[in-house]
């Protein structure tokens, strides 16, 4: 490579003497240009290209200390040596105060050693602008990443930070210079608040790299708080020794955020921010591990909301979560703050009450859940009822481990469905039986409807004052391959629970009005075929253009049909409901309430149903005796009945004592097993032609 130097000096002999000089190198090669002025010397220098300069600062039109200063404004990064004769050293060691890399003493200039000046001079600048290079280079890429850097030396004193440090820290990079690392960055531990040890502090005792202690906190110099996460590491120089060293840290409060809220949602519930199944479980094998130590017992609660599915099939399942949210928390203000309560998933919880509580306990706070949950909700505009029931089961007693508590409380859940829902029951190892007859009805019921296993049996209604009879309700069977007649308080819980209620309810609707269209045709007269209605199929979104098919397809006159749904499901929402039977009078069925007497209906929600029956339940009618008069609801319900112009029937006659009462109350119509058993087609239409029982 060869250097370009530029002479600027107006005496000919320097010049001839320091490119003679330049010529003769061995170190360059150099390559020289000679100018005689300050002003050609700024001109020449605009131009580019040159690597040094050997000034005299002795020219025609400048003199002095400003023909340096002059020339290194222009060209700075050029390095510049004087030229002055040995008087003026005094000024050339002046110009290297200001920036000149060194000088030559005139008459000093044939000796080689200009030359080695000149070209160690070039290489040194070269060098220092690589290194400046470097630096910048280094110091943009420590400002454009978002980690926070700092050094420090080999005391722990900050001699350096990045932008990202600044803005973490609060400390600007000048203030902090020469500070402690334990003031610029303080740290403590995020759970107790106490002082951490700052790891640079131990890079410089052991000469190794450290990682900040997991949980850190960064006190910003405004007192706020951010979490972060760091590492060190020492600074060594070319030599190997310790220098200093440097802590590289970032933020981690949202990761670390995020990283909790994950935790929390793997062990709750989102919809309601309940514990889950997973923390349930942890926290009952907890329970159980506390009370095998101390003795004491515990109690699971296994809760099912009855007939929920409903509210989505007919509200839908934004309604169905708003109810499910208000549940939780009326379930939460139920129990203290040592118990859990848990949604396990779709309408089921469980709640676990800490050790210590004993059966009367369990008692007392099943009976308080089932009180709570009974009161009314307000969703969306709806006045919703809902029940539960509940099973218990107790440790040690029942179970010693988590899955079988809360398999054993399942099933006594089940059986408090299978007793008339609203109720707890206790677990009893009996019922492992019942839950396993379930399982095998559950399998069953699948394909009865394709085997044709179901039949009706008919039970009639007759008017209490002609004794002609007024009708038939019809009647579920199951004719099971191995337990012959099956009534449906065996099997129509379990299929409300698989599903299969909806298409069993349209099969019985069905075959019902196909049956009493077909004794029409034969010239039997029959006023009307009742039909119970559940609550799925009730709530179900085509029910009532369901009826509009069947009663098409079967050609039964629509008067001829009566349906009958109990008062507990009219009233789980009676806006709702009120709807629907507007829909269903308005194709021209009869509507009957079942059960009438045993739900919370009200006078007011009654008068806006468009009901023809009012059934009597038959807890009312068995409570009825000649001796000792207990027939005060039945003569009220018969009296209403009457004044709102409904037909009232008394359901579960079943002697004479109790038919004469309702005779002279002057109901109208009755049924029950004083008149007759429910009867297969073929006897109904007998009795149909005879008015008699066979």
Known sequence: MTYRVLIVTADADDCTGLQGVLGEATDGPFSSEQVRSLSAALARMQSGGID?????????????????????????????????????????????????????LKGLLASYLVAQSLRHIIQCRALETHLGLERARAEITLNSISDAVIGTDLQGNVDYLNNAAEHMTGWLRDEARGQPIDQVMPLIDGETAVAAVNPVGLVLQQNQPMGMTAGTVLVRRDGSNVAIEDSAAPIVDRGGQISGAVVVFHDVSESRAMAMRMAYLAQHDSLTNLPNRVLLNDRIAQAISLAERSGNAIALMFLDLDHFKYINDSLGHAAGDQLLQAVAQRLSACVRSSDTVSRNGGDEFVVLLAEGRDMQDASVTAQKIIAALAAPYAIDQHELHMTCSIGISVYPADADSAQVLLKNADTAMYHAKETGRNNYQFFKHAMNVRAVERQVIE????????????????????????????????LLRWQHPQWGITLPERFVAVAEECGLIVPLGRWVLREACRQARHWQEQGLELDSIA????????????????????????????????????????????????????????????LAVDDFGTGYSSLSYLLKFPIDVLKIDKSFVHAISARNGNGIIVSAVIAMGASLRYQVVAEGVENHAQLAFLRDEQCHEGQGYLFSHGLENWQFARLLRTRKVS
């Open 52 to 104: 040094a300069v050997l000034l005299d600062l002795e020219l025609p039109d400048s003199q002095g200390i400003e023909t340096f200063k002059r020339l290194f404004a222009l060209a700075p990064q050029v390095p510049i040596m004087t030229l002055c004769v040995p008087e003026d050293e005094a000024l050339a060691l002046q110009a290297q105060e200001c920036g000149a890399q060194g000088y030559l």
């Open 443 to 474: 399998s069953s019921l699948w394909q009865a409807l394709e085997r044709q296993e179901f039949s009706l049996h008919y039970q009639p209604k007759f008017n209490l004052k002609s004794g002609a009879i007024t009708g038939a309700e019809a």
């Open 531 to 590: 039909v119970n209605i559940c609550a799925l199929e009730f709530r179900h979104a085509d029910f009532v253009a369901g009826v509009q098919l069947i009663l098409a397809e079967t050609g039964l006159s629509p008067a001829c049909l009566q349906l009958e749904i109990t008062e507990s499901v009219l009233m789980r929402d009676a806006d709702a409901s009120a709807a629907i039977l507007c829909q269903l009078k308005a194709i021209g069925v009869q």
